[in-house]
């Protein structure tokens, strides 16, 4: 995977924020929804949703519509960058 300089100066600053962190750590055990996540990291849905569309938007967690239900993963790409 190449990845230019601008592409990772914005995965970095999407992971600046330690909500978004601890987010990508969560993902790691496997798809979730907004409300498990929030659940989880005790924020509410509204800023839970605006760090996922922050991850989302960046490329690093794919979203995946079943029924009513947003399930989030990482992106396969970026899960050997995690686990390293």
Avoid: F
Avoid at 28 to 41: A, D, F, T, W, Y
Avoid at 59 to 73: D, H, P, R
């Amino acid at each position: 995977m190449r990845v230019g300089v601008y592409e990772l100066r914005q995965v970095l600053k999407a992971l600046a924020d330690s909500n978004r962190i601890a987010i990508m750590c969560c993902l790691q055990s496997g798809k979730k929804c907004v409300c498990e996540i929030e659940q989880i990291l005790s924020v509410s849905q509204s800023a839970t949703s605006k760090h996922l569309n922050r991850l989302r938007m960046v490329g690093l967690i794919e979203a995946e519509k079943t029924a009513q239900w947003v399930y989030y993963s990482i992106q396969i790409a970026y899960t050997r960058i995690i686990h390293s």
